[in-house]
């Protein structure tokens, strides 16, 4: 069985175009969603209703979370954008979920705000140990933009998908596939995907939503184009 794990799409309809493209070629069907598909990008209904259409399990993120609840004033576009409807959904989102991969207990969440902050898979090891609390023999998540793997102090595996639409180190699609059986003697392979988009067009779409009131759009549009973090 292989099983997609995707996040943090953030409105970037190019880059989410490009994995739908990857998943469908490869014949993925099952497709877990990590959370964060709206914000900081100009396509936050497209990307919200790719995942509604595509994806069995939709985990709340940090953003999604934060426009579902209209948190921040800045961020009138997106409610704008979703309408009341999507915001309702973003806000009924679960934070975890948790399933069996070769007969390992594992949970999968966003990062934050389960997590205190964005913390890096090679970050403070005791904060991520606590993920595995009080049993679980692997963990997922999204949120910090960078794929990683890791295995901690024999507590489990830990992996994190790194992000379709906003990747940082390479401006790149990134998602991981896991491949998994039934039983705790079949192997759990995680394969991390790293596919090129069309950045160009993600950037060309962000400068004319900048000019509706898209917050941030000039640094969106340079972590797309350059995979450096600009905030």
């Known amino acids: 069985m292989k099983i997609a794990m995707v996040g943090d799409l953030h409105g970037n ?18 497709i877990f969603c990590l959370g964060d598909m709206v914000g900081k990008g100009p396509s936050s209904p497209e990307t919200l209703d790719w995942a509604l259409a595509r994806c069995e399990v939709i985990l709340q993120g940090n ?7 209209k948190e ?19 806000r009924d989102l679960p934070a975890e979920h948790t399933c069996t991969l070769s007969g390992r207990k594992t949970r999968l969440l966003h990062g ?15 904060m991520l140990e606590t993920l595995f609390l009080p049993d679980y023999q692997a963990v997922g998540y999204a949120d910090v933009h960078r794929q990683g793997l890791r295995v ?7 992996f994190n998908t790194g ?41 060309e779409d962000a400068r004319k939503a900048g000019t509706q ?11 797309v184009l350059t995979g450096y973090y600009s905030r």
């Not at 190019?14 to 739908?20: G, I, R, S, V």
């Not at 953003?63 to 609840?69: A, L, R, T």
């Not at 997590?115 to 890096?120: R, S, T």
């Open 163 to 203: 992000s379709v639409g906003n990747a940082m180190g390479v401006n790149m699609v990134q998602y991981a596939i896991v491949e998994c059986g039934s039983k705790t003697t079949d192997p759990l392979d995680i394969t991390m995907v790293t596919l090129p988009y069309d950045n160009e067009r993600a950037a």
């Open 112 to 126: 934050r705000p389960i997590l205190p902050g964005a913390i890096q898979t090679y970050g403070d090891g005791d």
């Open 152 to 158: 901690l102090k024999h507590k489990g595996l830990l």
């Open 13 to 30: 309809l190019p880059a989410t175009q490009a994995l739908d493209d990857d998943l469908r070629r490869r014949g993925i069907e099952r």
């Open 63 to 69: 953003w999604d979370s934060g426009i579902g609840f």
């Open 213 to 223: 009131g898209l917050v941030n759009a000039d640094l969106y549009i340079r972590e």
């Open 72 to 90: 921040f004033p800045a961020d009138e576009f997106y409610y704008r954008q979703l309408g009341e409807k999507r915001m309702q959904i973003l």
